[in-house]
């Protein structure tokens, strides 16, 4: 891969996570440098493995929010619980690049895109004292499970 001193200076601004301009990721996306949405970026895998930086690249990417979504439906499987276990859960396992502020809105996205799926529910209470639960009911049969596993109790 050859880069332009432009394409350098972009991607170093990329990997340091200082801003960037949209009109500097626009030709490194085309290019497949950079990923990501908006002009909230990082390298890309082939950028990351020319570069060494395999195992950076895999915490700044994180795990997709299905694997996210298992893992609280595990911890339900225990019984009801209230977020800050939740976030006890997921907070450490959240890619590196989503800034420390961010991190508490995904949760909350992804509780809520759950809850809308039917897949968890609540105990009614909206403080945070409010207990998370797998949703069962007429119909909705057992408590979701992942592949591969072993029904608990």
């Given at each position: 891969?050859?880069?332009?001193?432009?394409?350098?200076?972009?991607?170093?601004?990329?990997?340091?996570r200082m801003?960037?301009?949209?009109?500097?990721?626009?030709?490194?996306?085309?290019?497949?440098?950079?990923?990501?949405?908006?002009?909230?970026?990082?390298?890309?895998?082939?950028?990351?493995?020319?570069?060494?930086?395999?195992?950076?690249?895999?915490?700044?990417?994180?795990?997709?929010?299905?694997?996210d979504k298992?893992?609280?439906?595990?911890?339900?499987?225990?019984?009801?619980?209230?977020?800050?276990?939740?976030?006890?859960?997921?907070?450490?396992?959240?890619?590196?690049?989503?800034?420390?502020?961010?991190?508490?809105?995904?949760?909350?996205?992804?509780?809520?895109?759950?809850?809308?799926?039917?897949?968890?529910?609540?105990?009614?209470?909206?403080?945070k004292a409010?207990?998370?639960?797998?949703?069962?009911?007429?119909?909705?049969?057992?408590?979701?499970?992942?592949?591969?596993?072993?029904?608990?109790?």
């Amino acid at each position: 891969m050859d880069f332009t001193l432009e394409e350098v200076i972009a991607l170093d601004r990329v990997q340091t996570r200082m801003p960037l301009s949209a009109d500097l990721i626009k030709p490194l996306r085309k290019r497949g440098l950079v990923e990501g949405r908006g002009t909230t970026v990082r390298i890309s895998g082939a950028v990351a493995k020319a570069s060494g930086r395999e195992v950076s690249y895999t915490v700044d990417r994180g795990l997709d929010s299905q694997h996210d979504k298992a893992l609280v439906v595990q911890l339900l499987k225990l019984g009801p619980q209230a977020r800050p276990k939740i976030n006890q859960l997921l907070l450490d396992k959240l890619p590196g690049a989503v800034k420390p502020e961010k991190r508490a809105s995904y949760i909350k996205t992804l509780l809520r895109d759950m809850a809308h799926a039917g897949i968890i529910e609540t105990d009614g209470g909206k403080t945070k004292a409010a207990q998370w639960r797998l949703k069962l009911g007429p119909g909705l049969g057992p408590a979701p499970s992942l592949p591969n596993e072993q029904p608990i109790g």
